[in-house]
């Protein structure tokens, strides 16, 4: 069971982002050696693991801590002084490696990942198991819910290890932008299937309430059982947290985490309807199937947002914009837009060139860009598109 997150950045127009510099359209023949020279030199570095240079001296405008202490004395507001600590990391941001991880650092990142993935599976058979019978000899229906969203986590798993393999097998004649998006239609119809169980859940609790069978026997050992359950899950749950960076993990996460708040409850009103109130049981499955029908159909809007392309957020378009801004040869950048195609984004960036710019040069620049903007984390495709001038209608615009 996952829940979804929303961050709130700035009302800004996250279609697309223009940027212009109209004092760096002179050229010449000696700007086109330095900037071929600094070309060379960018295309050579294109893995993007060595920090970049200043060219618009950004560093100039970071605030240091002392400078933040002058302000606070000064009678500077809290807000004006967070504005200079996010601005320092935005220019941190700009002016880092493209890419902070080596390969040598990829490879421990996936083989913790893989750990993460399989070993869920492991611990979600075990734990189905326990609560199976925790379920079958208590009668709780708290507890039949609890063990209900286990096997769910379990089949989670699977859809998400089927949906990595499919990914890693590429057959570009039948798919030529690959199959990356694959685990995002798998979240897609998982979510669609735990919904429906929580219906299933709601329905079973209300005939049980209705007819006023609710005699649940939760016994030390189903107790028991239930509570080891609760000790892995706290165990994967912060495990995956170290690798949340990953969509995978990052989904595996968040079911630990609610699993560990279901479960939980589960326990606590099974507790309870065995040794105080019977109703307690199934009112407390049904409080359980409302969270995870509530946190799975969050889930469901958020990936299909995500696959049906939505835009990246403005800390990462400003990033994208300065890259390409400072890219050697590129006078102006018309415009640029990053949007997600299922977990991984397509970024597309129109630079302006000088018109008399031979196109052997021309299509250089714009490869190494391309080449640049694909080695930041989570871009699957890259498209630029090299222009003469500005004062065009924005490409690829369909008229409504």
């Known amino acids: 069971m996952t829940t979804t ?6 009302n800004v127009e996250l279609q697309q982002v223009s940027f212009r510099r109209g004092h760096t359209t002179a050229y010449n023949e000696h700007d086109n050696t330095h900037l071929q020279h600094r070309h060379t030199h960018n295309m050579d570095n294109e893995a993007g693991v060595e920090p970049t240079s200043d060219p618009l001296f950004l560093g100039t405008s970071k605030k240091t801590e002392d400078d933040l202490k002058i302000l606070k004395e000064q009678g500077s507001s809290k807000k004006v002084r967070q504005f ?41 058979v075990i734990l189905f198991a326990l609560q199976l019978i925790a379920a079958i000899t208590s009668g709780s229906l708290s507890i039949f819910a609890t063990m209900a969203d286990s096997f769910m986590d379990l089949l989670s798993s699977v859809v998400l290890m089927w949906a990595s393999r499919q990914a890693a097998k590429p057959n570009l004649t039948k798919y030529p932008a690959g199959k990356a998006r694959m685990e995002t239609a ?69 079911d630990h985490r609610n699993d560990l708040l279901v479960n939980s409850l589960g326990l606590i009103t099974g507790i309870i309807g065995t040794k105080l109130v019977g109703w307690v049981d199934p009112v407390g499955c049904i409080i359980i199937a409302l969270i995870i029908l509530t946190s799975w159909v969050n889930t469901l809007i958020e990936n299909i947002q995500l696959i049906v392309g939505k835009s990246a957020d403005v800390g990462f378009l400003q990033r994208v914009t300065y890259i390409a801004l400072t890219h050697p040869g590129v006078l102006q950048v018309d415009t640029c837009r990053a949007y997600f195609a299922g977990n991984n984004l397509f970024v597309e960036v129109d630079i302006v060139l000088p018109p008399d710019m031979p196109l052997s040069e021309s299509h250089d620049i714009g490869e190494a860009l391309q080449i640049k903007l694909e080695s930041l984390p989570n871009v699957e495709r890259a498209f630029v598109h090299a222009d003469y001038e500005t004062s065009h209608k924005p490409e690829h615009q369909k008229s409504k």
């Open 186 to 254: 798998g979240i897609i119809v998982f979510s669609c299937l735990m919904g429906c169980v929580a219906l299933f859940l709601i329905i079973e609790s209300g005939q049980k309430l209705s007819s006023q069978d609710t005699e649940p026997a939760l016994s030390t050992m189903s107790i028991a059982m239930v509570a080891t359950a609760l000790g892995v899950k706290l165990i994967l749950y912060l495990y995956c947290v170290s690798l949340s960076h990953h969509s995978s993990a990052k989904v595996l996460a968040q």
């Open 84 to 124: 200079y600590r996010d601005q320092n990391e935005l220019i941190d941001n700009m002016l880092g490696p493209l890419n902070p991880l080596n390969e040598e650092e990829q490879e421990k990142q996936l083989l913790k990942l893989k750990i993460a993935v399989y070993g869920s599976v492991v611990a979600n």
């Open 5 to 10: 997150v929303t961050n709130t950045i700035q």
